[in-house]
């Protein structure tokens, strides 16, 4: 290669390099990854019917859900933590996903009641259990550490029979309730009002299979098993893709909700309103002052989902960076007012000052209005 084509080929990468460097969005939120975890298998056949085991329906409802997700989303990725009939532990599921950095954890299950006339679909999260009925779901679907040859060292000296285990348990898992609580409502109304199931409601339980999931994570209970009508319905290829497809809906629904928000802090909504002072209240003075919020490399939206929703913020450019401010005034009582407000959300918020253009010291700019009163 001459020196010239060396250049040029050179010239070239570089180009393209930093077209894919500006060409990265900004923090935008994605659901990209999502395990699928098909209840009990192998040697815990889980609530067992007239006809059927649990275990087999959960495989087909979860198969099923994971094949509508990549039919309309191709670019997410799809894991299961079974997809046949072999027994996983019940800290491997979670684990599974963990590993993975999944975003979203669904496990699917079947209920059974002593009373057959009990009917109609539950979706659990993580939590403290109070009612009754949802401590019996919790023993059930936990027992199977028991069929776990070390699960008092595995599962800490957990004792699934107690009610303290399950107490301390929902202690570990409540950064992603939020989310988990949104979904799981997304799916109850999706059952209640396409798949005409009985709605028995969002309810929060001491799950050992979501107690670990560093993700927002839900345990679908799709009816009961024994339920003669509803265990022949979820026995049915046709009942199957019922529940998949309300799943299925729901997922899009939460998925389209989440990344419609951008940001670091999806979640955050706008808790400052930051008084508006974008309007240039300069008076006579030459002098400007803001609130510097953040300085970054990276060119974020001005939005306040990205800033703790703090409302009003303005991008600057200066050298390689950008600069995030608020507020646009020439009174200083005004902007240590705003710094104070600002402190409560963003502690190292501070102002900084700007004489026609050029950002000079603070105490400068004090000097420079003290001159122009005189
Ligand atoms: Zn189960």
Known sequence: MNANIRNIVFTTVIFFCSLALFAQKPDIY???????????????????????YEKDITLKIALKLGAYIKQNFPDVEVLYTRTTDVFI???????VA???????????????NKNTKASGTSTYVMGLHRAEDNLEVVKRENAVVKLESDYKTAYGGFDPDSPESHIVMTLFQNAYLERSIRLATQVQKQFNDRAGRNDRGVRQAGLIVLWNCTMPGILIETGFITNAEEEKFLMSDNGQ????????????????????????????????????????????????????????????????????????????????????????TSDFEQITKLQTEIRGTIPDAYIIAFNIGTQIPVKQALEIQKKEKK
């Open 98 to 112: 963990n590993s993975h950095k999944a975003d979203l954890f669904i496990s699917i299950h079947v209920d059974a």
């Open 30 to 52: 994605r659901l990209k990854k999502v395990v699928i975890d098909a209840g009990h298998g192998g040697k815990d056949p889980g609530a067992v019917g007239k006809n059927c």
């Open 89 to 95: 532990e019940l800290d491997e599921r979670s684990a």
């Open 241 to 328: 893709a019922m529940i998949a497809s309300a799943i299925y809906r729901a997922f899009r629904d939460y998925k389209n909700e989440l990344e419609k928000k951008t940001g670091t802090q999806p979640d955050n909504d706008p808790k400052v309103v930051v008084p508006d002072l974008k309007k240039t209240e300069t008076g006579s003075s030459t002098v400007i002052y803001k609130v510097q919020i953040a300085s970054s490399p990276k060119k974020l939206e001005t939005i306040p989902q990205n800033f703790k929703g703090i409302k009003g913020v303005e991008r600057t450019k200066v050298e390689n960076k950008y600069r995030y401010t608020v507020g646009n």
